[in-house]
Nanobody, 116 residues
Framework: QVMLVESGGGLVQPGGSLRLSCAASGSTFRIYAMGWYQQAPGKQRELVAR????????YYADSVKGRFTISRENTKNTVYLQMNSVRPEDTAVYYCNARTGESDYWGQGTQVTVSS
């Protein structure tokens, strides 16, 4: 079992920055990748960024390339999403995901609202 706790969401102006954090606990040794998904009202949950736990290989959705950066701090079992140059269309609930060989685990979600 893996537990995930997200933090760092909030209200930010267009063009601003925000950093999300996700701390994992429990059977963290089973995790081989962690990622961030976004879900806007009325839309499906979509992958934004993912990082492998061992090699640090990264994936980004086209919509966030060059603006968002995913990173990890293995000693703290924490993954971050640095969001720069945010846009109103980035407004969504952001969910942290941890993937093991057997299961997907999800955090409770954190709201990000981009508005002036």
């Amino acid at each position: 079992q893996v537990m995930l706790v997200e933090s760092g969401g909030g209200l930010v102006q267009p063009g601003g920055s925000l950093r999300l954090s996700c701390a994992a606990s429990g059977s963290t040794f089973r995790i081989y990748a962690m990622g961030w998904y976004q879900q806007a009202p009325g839309k499906q949950r979509e992958l934004v960024a993912r990082i492998t736990w061992s090699g640090g290989s990264r994936y980004y959705a086209d919509s966030v390339k060059g603006r968002f950066t995913i990173s990890r701090e293995n000693t703290k079992n924490t993954v971050y999403l640095q969001m720069n140059s945010v846009r109103p269309e980035d407004t969504a609930v952001y969910y942290c995901n941890a993937r093991t060989g057997e299961s997907d685990y999800w955090g409770q979600g954190t709201q990000v609202t981009v508005s002036s």
